[in-house]
């Protein structure tokens, strides 16, 4: 399982990369997993106010449908479009072209309530 030490994580497996005022965010290669082979991605809208924990968007697969929790509060800034026409790619790379949002956040210090690299893991080994 692939766990970048850089990432942020919830513990509804969402990854956070923080760059200057805003977060990256994705599923993990362990959500992904989970899934199974992804067939669609709602993805939010540019602009959309996101709450830390509250759903933001659906990704559905071949085995279910799974709702996507906001790591931090903020406002999208950025949404990889190509999901749309690539969900697929969520499951190939989660922690690069798989990306899903970018989201600029109202208090840095959220990123404090996330897990690192070694809590994640302890997590998912339950």
Known sequence: ????????????????LADGDAVR???????QDALGDVV??????VGDRV???EPFGEVESTK???????PVSGVVSEV???L???PQRLNEDPYGDGWICAVTFDDSSQLDDLLDAAGYRDLIAG
Request: zero cysteines.
């Open 51 to 53: 709450e830390q924990g």
């Open 84 to 86: 749309a026409g690539a």
């Open 1 to 16: 399982m692939n766990i970048p030490e850089e990432l942020h994580y919830s513990t509804d497996h969402e990854w956070a």
């Open 25 to 31: 965010i994705g599923i993990t290669d362990y959500a």
């Open 64 to 70: 279910s449908v799974s709702e996507l929790f906001a």
């Open 40 to 45: 669609y991605v709602e993805l939010p809208q």
């Open 80 to 82: 990889n479009d190509e």
